[in-house]
């Protein structure tokens, strides 16, 4: 049920017209709503009221097409009718000749029905029909009765009253309605009212608090410029303290591995052979770049070369040791570098020749420079020792160049100590330790 009955639900709850879903939730409705109980028991009795005087003064001002029922005759002349009925059938009967004729009819009925009145009684006191009559005997040609003036106007009087009244007590309803319905705007509108107070003092708060937080943010933002300065400037001052102290150590500072001042035997018997081969002075076309007269740590090294214009391939030779014929790889190559498929055995010495190919054809009066290159595979023991964990201080780093150094490994003793070198420049020890190595190295071209 909505908040109170409306006028419609008032109306069939008064007639009875409601269906019984409905009928119970009014009477559950009107048992909690004072107003609305007031305002059904104020429209029911004008309700009641209002059809009585319909009846008691609709036949006053009777129009010609009017005429009562048999029923409202029957009842006047039998007795029956309420006191405000009679009356309105004796008001029309005087204004409608055609009811009065049928009211005569129905009178004389009756009276021809009754016992004849006994003789030596009393006369009859004359009865209304007898006082109707004597008024309407009239002259031929006289017109007919009209009712009175001030009874003509009473009729639409008392509708309108009526009406004032049902309109006075539908507007009071609503009134109330409206009125309750103003009460809980005006509730809802202090209520929203101090919501917003509140939520502008929440803003206001909001906003305070933003503003120290960018406050804050600024004088964060200074800090950390300021720690970066100082940060960079001690970053300088250490790197200055550490190149001084590198400065005035590296000179002194050597590994504690001694390097040899001579290659090994095997080292040194590979040098020899390469010169007695020939050597990079005798201006050959091309060189062969590595591995030459050098120890390899991989036992499958790849071998490479110097390009030969005008060669479209070339013929490689790998061999034991120094016997050409013990050739243990003969392979055709278009690149200038080549990988074993296998291993090779470690500990072993091997050589290498390329030849310059023009098709199927060797290119004639181009050789290589040497003319066959030797180089021997790091042993195993040897490869063990070279890979024992260390740690990776610079002195440590030193160390393990100078093992690759001796065990005639430049290659790699190079690299480690160039690796030095890029990440210090001023280290004086790596740099004078890099510089014996390769005196003790065959010059490349």
């Known amino acids: ?50 059809p ?18 048999y029923a409202q005759l029957a009842n006047y002349v039998d007795r029956k009718s309420a006191s405000a009925e009679r009356g309105m059938v004796e008001a029309h009967a005087v204004a409608c000749g055609s009811c009065l004729e049928r009211l005569e009819s129905l009178v004389s009925l009756s009276e021809g029905n009754t016992t004849a009145p006994v003789a030596g009684s009393a006369p009859a006191v004359p009865t209304f029909m007898d006082r109707l009559r004597s008024l309407l005997v009239r002259s031929p040609g006289d017109a007919p009765m009209a009712a009175p003036a001030w009874r003509r106007g009473l009729v639409p009087a008392c509708a309108a009253m009526a009406a004032g009244l049902l309109v006075f007590v539908i507007l009071q309803g609503q009134v109330s309605n409206i009125r309750q319905d103003l009460r809980i705007a005006k509730s809802d509108s202090e209520r929203l009212l101090v919501q917003r107070e ?3 003092s929440l803003a206001a708060r909001l906003m305070m608090e933003k503003d120290e937080l960018e406050r804050g943010k600024q004088q964060m933002a200074a800090a950390v410029s300021q720690l970066s300065k100082r940060s960079a400037e001690l970053k300088r001052t250490i790197g200055l303290a550490r190149a001084a102290a590198a400065r005035e150590t590296s000179a002194s500072s050597a590994p504690r591995i001694a390097l040899r001042t001579q290659p090994l035997p095997e080292v040194a018997a590979l040098l020899k052979q390469d010169t007695m081969m020939g050597g990079p002075d005798e201006g050959k ?25 005008g060669a479209t391939g070339y013929r490689l030779s790998v061999s034991e040791g120094k ?14 570098e080549w990988k074993p498929t296998t291993a090779l055995k470690r500990g072993t010495s091997y050589s290498w020749q390329v030849t310059p190919m023009q098709g199927d054809a060797e290119m004639v009066g181009v050789v290589s420079a040497p003319l ?35 065990a005639g490994v430049f290659l790699r003793a190079e690299a480690i100590l160039m690796t030095m070198l890029q990440e210090d420049p001023t280290d004086l020890a790596s740099r004078n330790l890099l510089k014996n190595i390769r005196s003790l190295r065959r010059p490349r071209p």
């Open 1 to 50: 049920m909505p908040t109170h009955l409306s006028d419609q639900q008032q109306q069939a709850y008064l007639t009875k017209t409601m269906t019984p879903a409905d009928l119970l939730a009014a009477d559950e409705h009107l048992a909690a709503c004072e107003l609305c109980r007031l305002q059904l028991s104020e429209a029911g009795r004008l309700a009641a009221a209002f």
């Open 52 to 69: 009585l005087l319909t009846q008691e003064f609709s036949g006053l001002d009777a129009t010609p097409g009017e005429h009562l029922t």
């Open 198 to 200: 509140e939520s502008d």
């Open 285 to 309: 076309a091309f060189t062969l770049r590595f591995p030459v007269a050098e120890v390899t740590e991989s036992d499958r090294p790849v071998l490479r070369w110097q390009s030969v214009p």
């Open 323 to 336: 016997d050409v014929s013990n050739e243990v790889f003969s392979e055709s190559v278009t690149g200038t």
């Open 372 to 406: 066959r290159a030797r180089f021997r595979v790091l042993p195993q023991t040897e490869l063990n020792v070279m890979k024992k964990a260390d740690s990776d201080s610079r002195d440590a780093l030193r160390d393990r160049a100078v093992r690759y150094a001796n």
